[in-house]
């Protein structure tokens, strides 16, 4: 046990105790101070509290006193998490769909400094409003490695897992991507998805990496700090929003959907829709029909199609999707094509 003679010691001790031990329900005075000043050969007047009292003022802290008797004494009227922001907290983190209750628990304990000892036990009372969700682990572990990396200007290494198309077997097997490494730079959330974005060190370019598509992840061995802020500095003129899918998409199709595309495409295919709902067809000339019962076509998924050649993929049907789309492409030229003459209207006058 430390043992010390020292104002200034006095000084921590009894600040510690009046943010940890006192509120506007609990008061403390010179008498109760000197059983926690005790163990260090410490003591407290009156007069000792008044003054550390009105130093701490001077610096600050909103401290309250009230007249004597057993009731009477001082207390800490503000400190960082008051019980109203405090159970806002708790809500917020025991109902997050993302967490267990292990992991709600292990980030209430990380708060356990910031409030007195009488709200420490609602740390503890979880609010169980999510039995049906399935908590995934990972998530929560690639978020912590993602918000550490950032924190520390570090890089990570991450892994997915993808479809890959077999020739041999015409089949589509699950494998693991090879590693990638990324300079993150924000945690974003949008549409209930955890991003993270940053550069892209092994394609060379700034991406957005939706959390739940990494199956592993790890901080990367560190190199020089110049080469992770040269990294970085390609997204300076840039917000977080501004690489993540707008949370207002149009949604031109929702149905059955046929493709006609080259082979190679068709892993990307199951990446983007999910499994087709018939064997693959594939011709001689390494063309494939791949089938989805079901698929939500939106402007997103558009232009991502427009951005490949229609001899590498392309929409064969049903012919309510084809014209859905011609209708789309047909309103947007026309809307294009006015906002052109309008501007050169009034760059005329």
Known sequence: MLKAKSSKLRYLIMFHVLFKRTDKEHCINSVSLNEYLKPYDLECDRQVLRTTVKTLREYGFDIKS????????????????????LNKMIFAIATNPHLSKEQSNEILSCLKPFVTIYDEEKLMSIIDTNHDVKVEDTLYDVYCTVSKAINDGRRVRYFTRHMKYRKDTQTLASRISKGVLFTPKWLYQSKGKLYMIGYDNTNERAQTVDLNSIIDIKIAPKLSKEITENSLNALNKTAPRDYVPEDKEIVIYKGPVDFFCKDRYVEELYNRFGPPCKPVAINSRHKATYSVSEAVITTKTLFWISGISEYEIRLKGPDKLIKSVQDYYSDLSATITKAVIISSKNHIQ
Do not use: M, V
């Open 66 to 85: 009230k007249g004597g008797g057993k009731g009477g004494g001082f207390w800490l009227d503000k400190h960082p998490l008051e019980t109203s922001k």
